[in-house]
C-alpha cells in the first residue's frame, strides 16, 4: 500500500497538491477526505470526479493529519490520505438518505456490504444532523449481525449547527451516509472507542422520547430540565449540549453518552445525535478535564500491544474533546501517532461509531474512537 498526504486552506490549494503528488506515476485509487464547510465542497466534488478516484469524504468541525512530515490540526482547512489499495478490494458507495429513516439507511448500507464481500468490514461517515447514529448502525447490523467490524463518524459544519456534508468522487450530499467496504481477508481492521467523560448529579428517567427527540425528563419539558441543572441559557445551546450528553445506563451492554445537537424551543425538547429510549435510566456526564489525555493514554498503549502493526489510522474524535481540551487536544492525537508512526488523518465529529476490541460497534459521542487498517502480509 503505497500512501500519501495533503493539507491545505482552499480548493486550489488541494488541487496543486494532487498534482503535485502524482506527477511521479502515483495515482490513488481511494482517498480519504475531512473539509471544513468554508470551503467549496462541490467545486472539490467536481475536480475528484476528473480524477477518477473513488473517495470516503465528509464535512467537519475541525481536521487533524499527523504523518512523518506534517502534524497539524486545522479549522476551517482540508487534510486528505491518498492510497493504492488492493484493486477489487474495496468498494465505497454513497447512499441518499432522502424520505429515508436512519435505521432504513443503514439497512441499505448493510445489505449492499454484504452483498459487496462474503466477510466485510465497513467504514462509515453519516450527516451529522440528519442521521440519528445509533438507528444507522442497527440498522448496518441488521443485515451484517453484531460482530461486524464497523468505525466512523457524523459529520460536522464547524459547530454551526446548521448543514453538514457527506461526499465521494462524484456525489455531494447534506442527508445521507457515505460507506467504504473492505474484504477482511486481505485487510486487518481493528480499532478503538474510549471516553473518559464522567456521570455528575442523581438517576433521571427519560418519561418522553421518540427516537432521538426527548419531550420530558422525570415528567418534566427536557429543555427546561436540562438548562436548570447545567445553569446555561438558550443562546448557549445547541452548542454547549455537546459538552454535557446523557450518560444512558443499558442494563446489558457498556453505558453510552448521548450529546444534544439541537433544541425545539416550542416543543421543549432536546434532539441527540443518537436514540434515547423511553424509560432509560439517565444521568448528565461532563468531562473531568486533562485527566481524559491520560484516560486515552492508557487506552491506546494498551490497544498497541495487541495491534502493533498498521498501515493508517483514521481517527473520529468528538468536537467535544476539542472543546474541552483546547490545544492540549493534540497531546491524545499525538500519542496515537508515535506508537506507529503511520500516516493518522481524521476529524472532529457529531458523533462516532465503533468497535471496542471488548465490546460489539456502537454509537457513541465524547469518544476517542480510532480504526486500524492494515493489509495483510501474505497478500501481493
Known amino acids: ?31 480519504v477526505i475531512f473539509s471544513s464547510v468554508d470551503l467549496d465542497l462541490q467545486e472539490l466534488v467536481s475536480f475528484l470526479e476528473t480524477m477518477n478516484v473513488s473517495v470516503f469524504g465528509c464535512s467537519s ?48 448500507i448493510g445489505e449492499w456490504a454484504g452483498d459487496v464481500f462474503k466477510k466485510p468490514a465497513i467504514l462509515v461517515l453519516g450527516s451529522g444532523l440528519e442521521t440519528d447514529g445509533e438507528q444507522l448502525v442497527k440498522g448496518i447490523q441488521h443485515h451484517t449481525g453484531n460482530a461486524i467490524r464497523m468505525f466512523g463518524g457524523l ?62 425528563i422525570d415528567g418534566q419539558p427536557a429543555l427546561d430540565v436540562y438548562k436548570d441543572y447545567l445553569n446555561v441559557r438558550d443562546t448557549d445551546l445547541p452548542e454547549i449540549g455537546v459538552e454535557y450528553p446523557l450518560l444512558i445506563k443499558k442494563p446489558d451492554s457498556q453505558d453510552v453518552l448521548r450529546a444534544v445537537i439541537n433544541v425545539d424551543t416550542t416543543k421543549k425538547s432536546l434532539i441527540f445525535a443518537g436514540t434515547v429510549p423511553n424509560g432509560a435510566v439517565v444521568t448528565f456526564s461532563s468531562s473531568p478535564g486533562f485527566e481524559i489525555i491520560e484516560d486515552t493514554r492508557q487506552k491506546v ?60 460497534c456502537d454509537f457513541h459521542n465524547e469518544t476517542f474512537t480510532m480504526v486500524s487498517l492494515k493489509q495483510k502480509a501474505d497478500v501481493a
Not at 497539524?72 to 454513497?94: A, D, H, Q, R, Y
Request: glycine letters at 10%; proline letters at 2%.
Open 1 to 31: 500500500m503505497i500512501i500519501k498526504t495533503i493539507h491545505t486552506d482552499s480548493v486550489k490549494g488541494f488541487r496543486q497538491a494532487w498534482s503535485k503528488n502524482t506527477d511521479d506515476g502515483f495515482y490513488p485509487n481511494a482517498a
Open 61 to 108: 468541525c475541525g481536521e487533524f493529519l499527523y504523518d512523518g512530515q506534517d502534524q497539524v490540526i486545522t479549522e476551517g482547512g482540508l487534510v486528505c490520505l491518498m492510497m493504492t489499495l488492493i484493486p477489487g478490494s474495496f468498494e465505497i458507495k454513497l447512499f441518499n438518505g432522502n424520505g429515508k429513516s436512519s435505521f432504513n439507511l443503514g439497512n441499505s
Open 155 to 216: 459529520a460536522g459544519d464547524d459547530a454551526r449547527f446548521k448543514e453538514t456534508f457527506v461526499f465521494s468522487g462524484k456525489t455531494l450530499a447534506n442527508n445521507g451516509a457515505i460507506a467504504m467496504v473492505l474484504n477482511t481477508d486481505l485487510y486487518e481492521i481493528n480499532g478503538i472507542a474510549t471516553s473518559g467523560w464522567v456521570s455528575i448529579g442523581a438517576d433521571k428517567i427519560i418519561t418522553h422520547s421518540e427516537g432521538n427527540i426527548v419531550y420530558t
Open 301 to 360: 498503549n494498551e490497544f498497541y500491544l495487541l495491534n502493533s502493526e498498521t498501515d493508517m489510522l483514521i481517527l473520529f474524535s468528538c468536537m467535544a474533546r476539542h472543546n474541552a481540551l483546547g490545544p492540549t487536544i493534540s497531546e491524545e492525537i499525538n500519542e496515537a501517532w508515535q506508537n506507529w508512526a503511520k500516516p493518522l488523518i481524521g476529524f472532529f465529529t457529531y458523533g462516532e461509531i465503533g468497535n471496542n476490541y471488548t465490546a460489539a
